[in-house]
């Protein structure tokens, strides 16, 4: 008698852009595992290939299109090969013009309808098993790799519009989800061994719980949610470290700066400025100028004197002068900002910024900012990073090779040191000895 094997099939996921898509594709991942599929890291083994497009610049959506001509080449030696996209393209596409500009794209979906998967994949190849799953993609529980550090998304879309920006046309309106599926998830994620929580949204400390009354009696602030839902996870036993990325500064209230101080946050907060000269800022949208993000940086230095802070930068937007830019150079000194993610403005298509204002600075120009930017960054976290010598930091551990461990500081910061496997997904405490300015080393204590 001949026993027929069920064939195993594979999927291959390619993310790009931020930490959201990132908790997105882990979605993913549980959808298709519940599917009976397994993982590969090789896209020539795979019968469905996902990539999760980003698309706030354009380098990001031209690399989508360039991988879907690759996957070409690979249809035509699997002609069962399903190819996926999803992710902000599918969400901004409302006229189909950038579907026009792909290959062999056999779904498109934007992400919040994951959840169909299973169906149209059966459909697709009726070998696979489908699921059934809630509408609502945020119920479904993300696989992570590292239980020890996690991603949480409390939040999706955003209502802002700043003039360049293509996230509130990809993602839709701003969605707060309930305060208690947040706290159930994070006291399972806790239980299950996760030590950082990383709490995700456009504007995440724009948090407004549509179930208040999850809010404990004892709980300290009044005005702000956010900082509410802050004290609510700093109660949660077994966590012992609490990030979130991006907070907007309008909404960096007093609660918000004094949360920063309660036990679990990390000393280190993102905070984006975008640019360093009101009037950009004005024509950028962001609903606050210069002086107000200093002074922010100056209350929340005056809470917390030694934290940690990063932020985000476009520069060369529409009608950046020479000395508009220098007000950027002035502020990153003012703030001594210890990491800055700097991008060159990238006219984005439906946006405000691409229907009024002209892209009016050059490619190079953008480039020579962008460079201007780089260097200074570099010296101030070289200097910033000396700091930490003969210190003690403590460290989560999140790669092991060759006797070296290697983690983020509670500062963010990257920290190697000789060390065993078995302090893999542990916090340890480590004697900094050497600092360069991406990088610090040191001894475990
Ligand atoms: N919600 C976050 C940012 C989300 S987009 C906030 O408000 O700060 C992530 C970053 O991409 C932005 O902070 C910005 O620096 C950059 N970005 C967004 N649109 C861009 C564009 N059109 N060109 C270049 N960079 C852009
Ligand atoms: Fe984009 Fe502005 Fe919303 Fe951030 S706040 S996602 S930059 S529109």
Known sequence: ??????????????????????????????????????????????????????????????????KSRNFLELKKKNPNLIVCVTGCMPGR????????????????????????????????????????????????????????????????????????????????????????????????????????ITLLGQIVNHYIASDPEFFSKTNPYKKNDFAKLLWELNQIEGVERIHWTAPH????????????????????????????????????????????????????????????????????????????????????????????YNAKYSERSGTVAAKAFTDDISKEEKKRRWFVLQDLMVDIAYKKNQVYVGKQVSVLVDTYKNNTCGGNSSEMKRVNFPGKKENLGTIVSVKINRAAEWILWGDML
């Open 93 to 196: 596409d409302k006229k189909g013009g950038l579907k026009k500009r792909l290959h062999g794209v056999d779904l498109y979906f934007p992400t919040r309808d994951m959840v169909m998967l299973p169906k149209w994949l059966s459909e697709l190849n009726p070998n696979l098993r489908p699921i059934d799953l809630e509408k609502d993609y945020l119920t479904v529980v993300p696989r992570t790799k590292n239980k020890a550090q996690t991603f949480l998304t409390i939040q999706t879309g955003c209502n802002h519009f700043c003039t360049y920006c293509v996230v509130p046309h990809a993602r839709g309106t701003e969605g707060n989800r309930s305060l208690k599926s947040i706290l159930d998830e994070a006291r399972d994620l806790a239980s299950q061994g996760c030590l950082e």
């Open 249 to 340: 500064p309008m909404y960096m209230d007093d609660e918000v700066i004094d949360a920063l101080t309660l036990p679990k946050q990390i000393n280190f907060i993102h905070l984006p400025v975008q640019s360093g000269n009101s009037e950009i800022l004005e024509k950028m949208n962001r609903r606050h100028d210069r002086e107000f993000y200093l002074e922010t940086i100056k209350k929340i230095r005056a809470k917390k004197p030694d934290i940690a802070i990063g932020t985000d930068i476009i520069v060369g937007f529409c009608g950046e002068t020479e000395e508009k830019f220098q007000d950027t150079v002035t502020l990153f000194k003012e703030c001594d900002f210890d990491i800055s």
């Open 1 to 66: 008698m001949k026993i027929m094997t069920k064939k195993q099939h594979f999927y291959h996921i390619i993310t790009f852009g931020c930490q959201m898509n990132k908790n997105d594709s882990e979605r993913m991942e549980s959808i298709l595992q519940s599917m009976d599929l397994k993982s590969t890291e090789m896209p020539e083994n795979a019968d469905i290939i996902i990539m999760n497009s980003c698309s706030v610049r354009e380098t990001a959506e031209r690399r989508v299109y360039g």
